[in-house]
C-alpha cells in the first residue's frame, strides 16, 4: 500500500472497529468512549509499526515517545475524535490518520464512520460550491467567543458540530465555509483534518496565518483555520484585529 491507501484503509478499519464497539451492549456513558479509544487505539498503533516499522508515532491515546522527534516521517493519529459525539451515537465524530513528514501534513485521511464515509489526500471528492452567506462550524457546546465574534463581523451563519475532524470535513464536503477555532488542541486533533483539507484545495494555517507545524516536543497546538481559500484573507485580518 501506498501511505494514502494506508492513511485511509487504518481509517475505515478504525471507524468499523468503533461502531462494533459501541453495538455490542457491553458498555455505555464513559466506559464505552474509554473502550473505543483504547480498542481503535490498539490497532493503530500495532498497524502502523507493522507495517511502518521506520517511521515515528504520536498518538492521543498513547506515553509520547521522544524517539519520534529524530524521524523524517511521523504518523499523528486520533482513534476517536470527538468521544461524546462516538458515546451519543450521532455522526460528528471521527477517526484521524496522518503521516507528517518534515513537520508538514502531507497524506491522511478521516473517517466518518457514522457518516461511513472515509475523505483522504490521495482520492479528492468534487467540493460543491459554495453558499452566498458563509457557514462557519463552531462547537455546539461551547463555540469559542473570537469565532462569534469574526461570524458576526462578516456576516456568517454559526453551525454547531462536534468533533474537529468533522467540522473541517464539513468544510470539505461543502456543508461550511470556514472553520475557526481557537480553544486550545492537540497536533493530533488537527494533521489528518488538515492534510485532507490542503489535499482539497482549502486554506489551513494557524490563526496568525503561519504554516501548521507537526512533530513538535510540546504537542500543543492552540489555534487553527481550515476554510475555503476565498475567504482565508478576509477571516485571518478579522482574528488579527481582536488581538491589536
Known amino acids: 500500500m501506498t501511505d494514502a491507501e494506508l492513511a485511509a484503509h487504518l481509517a475505515q478499519v478504525a471507524g468499523k ?3 462494533e464497539v459501541r453495538t455490542s451492549g457491553m458498555f455505555e456513558g464513559k466506559a ?3 473502550a473505543g479509544d483504547e480498542t481503535a487505539n490498539q490497532f493503530l498503533c500495532h498497524a502502523i509499526r507493522q507495517q511502518r516499522p521506520d517511521d515515528g508515532l504520536l498518538s492521543e491515546e498513547e506515553k509520547d515517545n521522544a524517539a519520534r522527534l529524530d524521524k ?3 504518523w499523528i493519529v486520533d482513534p476517536v475524535d470527538g468521544t461524546r459525539e462516538y458515546g451519543e451515537a450521532r455522526s460528528d465524530w471521527a477517526v484521524h490518520v496522518a503521516l507528517c513528514v518534515n513537520g508538514r501534513p502531507e497524506t491522511g485521511a478521516v473517517a466518518l464512520p457514522g457518516l461511513d464515509t472515509v475523505l483522504r ?3 479528492p471528492i468534487d467540493v460543491p460550491a459554495a453558499a ?3 457557514r462557519m462550524v463552531v462547537s455546539r457546546t461551547r ?3 473570537e469565532a462569534v465574534s469574526v461570524a458576526e463581523t462578516i456576516g456568517a451563519e454559526l453551525v454547531g458540530m462536534g468533533s474537529a475532524g468533522a467540522k473541517a470535513m464539513a468544510v ?5 465555509e470556514i472553520y475557526l477555532h481557537t480553544g486550545g488542541q492537540y497536533e493530533w486533533d488537527s494533521a489528518a483534518p488538515a492534510a485532507v483539507a490542503l489535499a482539497h484545495g482549502m486554506h489551513a494555517s494557524r490563526i496568525d496565518g503561519s ?3 507537526y512533530n513538535q516536543a510540546d504537542t500543543y497546538m492552540p489555534d487553527l483555520l481550515i476554510c475555503r481559500p476565498e475567504w482565508a484573507e478576509r477571516v485571518l485580518a478579522e482574528v488579527a484585529k481582536l488581538g491589536a
Open 17 to 19: 472497529i468503533l461502531i
Open 32 to 34: 464505552l468512549g474509554k
Open 72 to 74: 523524517e516521517r511521523v
Open 121 to 123: 489526500t490521495d482520492a
Open 132 to 134: 452566498e452567506r458563509p
Open 143 to 145: 463555540p469559542a467567543k
Open 172 to 176: 470539505v464536503r461543502g456543508e461550511a
Open 211 to 213: 504554516p501548521l507545524t
